[in-house]
């Protein structure tokens, strides 16, 4: 396992992006976490103190209760921008959407260098228009963005540089270098503001934080256990952290005595450069009246004189500067432990920490990277880096579920009921009766008739509506205060766990131990249930995701020096009850193996939604559910050869390797029997489809080309003789042997006795590969389309049976699913993402890897025309290659447009180098033009562009066999960085 060393530095960027929205902040009766916490209020109301915190650039210490972050004020905007501004999920006609320009640029692992930048207007900001111009539109119009208002066409904007360093000789000694541009012809008034805030560890009722506060007359207020104290004196602001016994502190009278203080003083210092003008605020975040922090330029600009409030939790250092054209203003801060300053000055420790990162990467990157793909390769990982953020779902959460619950309660039976203990199940059985109680008054019948039909509306409107209300009912083990790795932390402020397992892969390269500790997690005691199942995501921990964990730790372990046994052992012990999860909950029916799982991360790629069936308890029979299942025993499979081929190995690892060997072949079976035999492989179409079982036993199936027929063909292992040396190797190698004579067409071997296992056969691939390489059906310019281009001009058209209607709740004869290349044309699952036709970088690795197993088998034993419409015949390593550079070609700088396809069309990023080279990793792209869509900070897993460069790129390699096997060795550049 990793060694127990700390693996997050005490400073870092573990700020949210977006608090508000999410499902911790929810005060709805209803679920709708969207609108019952919008941008407009954030500035207004307070955070669940437990639950996080948001705003522009943040970095706070790892405990997440001393914060700084950015504020900006351009003198026009009636507010100041605090926090990125972006719609709510019902609010934009695609979902939620940030609508700012905003880019990760550069950043190291332990933290020591971060740089990002935000592209200011210096006009008004247009939060109505965008607002307004966007609920305008329909799913079938592009969304209206903040580029597309035209506030930056005449260039009147700022760019405000944000630079974070640490000295060389104490990471808690913290600096920042703010580096303003005005990019505008005239002169631009601008407002910086610096600001700390101190966070109370313990309380979260909303009026009562206390705050320790020392004046030269020296007074106390106190905190318990642990004690974060500002400190005033003269033009410095000291901070006090105090670790002690939670009775070390108590009142006497008015006064307070203090016993045994261990203590941290560090010092504030802002310099704001020269020709500025500065006033130090102090913000008064507790209101005895109200709940809302006082956080206003307009508080602090009316008043001649600042008056310290009586706890100040929050100091602000205001920096108001005039730019003239083109001209660039510096200011620093810096926050030093007193008993540790630092033997240089904060630009000094700025130089250090640049050159840091520039050598840093100079070993990290590979010296046949071309300039622009350092360039992207850089903003990648910086992209991983600055998407670290403290996520915490814990005690204050249930309280949360408590309260939630009442309030569902007391809105639908308080008038029955209004002092009574019952549960939510009992309003779902008093709202769905038609009885009514002799003793009410006319008034209170009528008023339960209204709640009851506002309950139909709402179960008619939303059928997963019961669903919301019970919510992680079942998850209230769930203990999370961690620094995680998330998707994107405006869109995605939350964990994902199939997000995590590819993120990884990148984040190995330049952070192992981090890497190794965050996939840990997951499987420990924290987050997994004892039964084995692993969270889906805060909106719903039930659903589940792919199953590609365990790939995702095989794929670290072995890229990371094929030594940590240790971690290795820790993951497939709860990976096997993992396994044993989705065996015995999302196997229709004991024995079949087949399986269904919902929307298994694709969110509308059916004609139907999958989640909400599999609710109903009337799920689809998924081919891509199958697929993965196959997929994981095969990943259990590797990780069992390594573990029982080492020296004294335990016998139960070779009973593993037995064990998913025969899962393997069970499952392989079930999934290639003809759909009228009880499997999903339709012999017509030559492809695998889902299928819809009646209870009269009817099998419908869903004959839609799309990844979820693809999905079965990433099952597939390599296995090399060296590796089955062993004991147990041996009977392993029988085991195959003997799969072979009996013709299984699951596994193969060659003269040079390896073997090549795939859930797939040969016959079968090569029908479905020649769909992949067709340019009409998934082969696009920027790699594999999630749906086959056949949909466009003649969409997929299911009729749907009476006794279909019935089993699956349905009102509609007919379903349809059209090809939609960009964003979702469909509500389904919230709208926000597609998979009707865009290219996903996660699943196109996938793909890639696939291929790359299959050409290390068959070598040129297996040729396909490539694209099917050209003359060309490739080896599958070759077609892999193809679709590695046509999906980094999205990235790339295009020399016919002189533009790279992830930025679409708006002019700037073609005509100017300051716009070009500002790297965006959206969420997937479209898959005829390669503009990005969805998420526009996803790094996340369209970091994985990293993984194809690399393929691309492999110094060693003269063919593509060879630099997929150098490709799976250990890094031999890896990055040996930890927390200092």
């Not at 640029?105 to 332990?110: M, Q, S, Y």
């Not at 004196?233 to 203080?261: D, E, M, P, T, Y």
């Not at 840093?360 to 990277?369: E, S």
Request: with cysteine.
């Amino acid at each position: 396992m990793a060694k127990k060393e700390k693996t997050n530095a005490f400073w870092g960027p573990y700020i949210s992006n977006r608090q508000w929205g999410t499902v911790r902040e929810d005060t709805s009766t209803d679920g709708n976490s969207w609108d019952s916490f919008k941008f407009q209020e954030a500035g207004k109301r307070r955070y669940y103190m437990y639950s996080g915190n948001d705003g522009l650039f943040g970095f706070c210490d790892v405990s997440g209760y001393f914060i700084t972050k950015l504020s900006l004020w351009n003198h026009k905007d009636k507010i100041i921008k605090e926090r990125l501004f972006g719609l709510s999920g019902t609010e934009g006609n695609h979902g939620e959407d940030v609508k700012e320009l905003f880019y990760y640029v550069d950043g190291l692992p332990d933290h020591s260098y971060m740089k990002a930048l935000y592209r200011y207007p210096q006009n008004e900001f247009p939060y109505e228009e965008l607002l307004q111009r966007n609920l305008e539109r329909n799913q079938k119009d592009p969304e209206f963005e903040l580029t597309d208002t035209g506030i930056f066409d005449e260039d009147e904007y700022f760019d405000v540089v944000v630079e974070y360093g640490k000295d060389p000789g104490n990471e808690k000694n913290l600096v920042c270098c703010y580096t303003v541009t005005n990019h505008s012809s005239q002169s631009a008034d601008i407002t910086v503001l610096p600001q700390f805030w101190l966070l109370n560890a313990r309380s979260i009722t909303p009026n009562k934080i206390p705050v320790a506060v020392e004046y030269k007359g020296g007074k106390y207020i106190i905190l318990s256990s642990v004690h974060l104290i500002l400190i005033i004196q003269g033009i410095f602001f000291f901070i006090l952290l105090a670790q002690s016994s939670s009775n070390f502190l108590h009142r006497v009278g008015k006064g307070v005595q203090c016993n045994k203080i261990e203590d941290e003083k560090f010092c504030i210092s802002v310099d704001c450069g020269k020709d500025v003008t500065r006033k130090d605020v102090f913000l008064d975040p507790v209101n005895p009246y109200k709940n809302q922090y006082v956080i206003s330029f307009e508080d602090c600009l009316l008043k001649d004189k600042v008056q310290t409030p009586s706890y100040p939790m929050m100091y602000g250092c205001m920096i108001r500067a005039k730019l003239n054209p083109h001209e660039t203003k510096q200011m620093h801060w810096s926050i030093f432990e007193t008993l540790k300053n630092p033997g240089c000055s904060t630009e000094e420790i700025m130089k250090i920490c640049r050159k840091k990162a520039e050598e840093f990467y100079f070993k990290i990157l590979p010296g046949n990277f071309s300039l622009d793909e350092k360039l992207v390769a850089r903003q990648a990982f910086a992209g991983l880096l600055w998407n670290k953020q403290i996520y915490k779902y814990d005690t204050p959460i249930k309280t949360w579920r408590r309260d939630f619950e009442n309030r569902v309660k007391n809105k639908y039976i308080g008038l029955l009921a209004p002092d009574s203990n019952c549960s939510l199940e009992d309003v779902q059985r008093v709202m769905e009766s038609d009885m009514m109680m002799d003793d009410l008054s006319f008034v209170d019948k009528h008023n339960l008739q209204h709640l009851r039909q506002t309950w139909r509306n709402e179960t008619k409107e939303n059928k997963s509506f019961w669903d919301v209300l019970c919510r992680n009912r079942e998850w209230m083990h769930l203990k999370c205060d961690h620094i995680l790795s998330v998707p994107d932390k405006w869109e995605f402020p939350w964990f994902a766990t199939w997000d995590t397992a590819f993120q990884m892969l990148p984040f190995a390269r330049i952070d192992p131990s981090f890497t190794k500790d965050q996939l840990l997690l997951f499987l420990g005691k924290d987050y997994m249930k004892e039964d084995g199942q692993m969270p889906g995501c805060e909106w719903d921990m039930d659903l589940p995701f792919p199953p590609v964990y365990a790939w995702s730790c095989y794929h670290v372990f072995s890229r990371t020096g094929h030594t940590d046994i240790e971690f290795l052992q820790h993951c497939f012990q709860k990976l096997q009850l993992n396994f044993k999860w989705w065996l015995n909950a999302m196997q229709v029916g004991k024995g079949s193996y087949l399986f269904t799982g919902g929307f298994l991360g694709m969110d509308n790629i059916s004609v139907v939604d999958r989640s909400f069936h599999l609710k109903q308890k009337h799920p689809l029979i998924q081919a891509d559910a199958t697929g993965w299942m196959a997929f994981f025993a095969l990943s259990m499979l590797e990780i069992a050869l390594v573990l029982s081929s080492e020296q004294g190995a335990d016998h139960k690892y070779y009973r593993a390797c037995d064990e998913y060997l025969e899962k393997f072949i069970f499952i392989s079976e079930a999934i290639n029997r003809n759909i009228s035999n009880g499997g999903l492989w339709q012999p017509h179409d030559k492809f695998f489809y889902d299928v819809v079982e009646t209870e009269s036993g009817d099998r419908t199936p869903i004959a839609l080309r799309s990844l979820v027929g693809i999905v079965p063909l990433l099952a597939c292992l390599n296995i090399k003789m060296s590796q089955l040396q062993s004991k147990s190797g041996k009977k392993i190698r029988n085991h195959l042997d003997e799969l072979i004579q009996k013709n299984s067409p699951f596994v193969r071997t060659n003269v040079d006795g390896d073997y090549v296992l795939c859930a797939v056969p040969k016959s079968r691939f090569l029908h479905i590969l020649r769909h992949l390489t067709d340019e009409e059906e998934f082969l696009s310019p920027f790699g594999i389309r999630s749906l086959s281009k056949v949909y466009e001009v003649d969409p997929y058209i299911l009729t749907v049976s009476k006794d279909m209607q019935e089993y699956l709740d349905l009102n509609e004869s007919k379903l349809q699913v059209k090809f939609t290349p960009a964003e979702s044309e469909t509500a389904m699952m919230g709208g926000n993402s597609n998979w009707r036709g865009p290219i996903w970088l996660c699943m196109n690795f996938l793909i890639v890897e696939m291929l790359l197993k299959l050409e290390k088998f068959y070598g040129d034993g297996v040729k396909m025309i490539h694209p099917s419409s050209t003359n060309a015949a490739l080896t599958l390593g070759e077609m892999a290659e193809d679709v590695c550079k046509r999906v980094s070609n999205i990235f790339a700088v295009n020399k016919k447009t002189n533009a790279r396809p992830c930025h679409g069309n708006y002019e700037k990023y073609r005509l100017e180098n300051s716009w070009r080279d500002l790297v965006l990793f959206y969420e997937y792209f479209d898959s005829e033009t390669g503009r990005g869509c969805g998420a526009s900070h996803q790094t996340g897993w369209t970091s994985l562009v990293l993984e194809f460069l690399h393929l691309i790129r492999h110094s060693e390699s003269t063919n593509m066999t060879e630099k997929y096997d150098n490709y799976c060795s250990a890094f031999d550049n890896a990055s040996d960085f930890s927390a200092d």
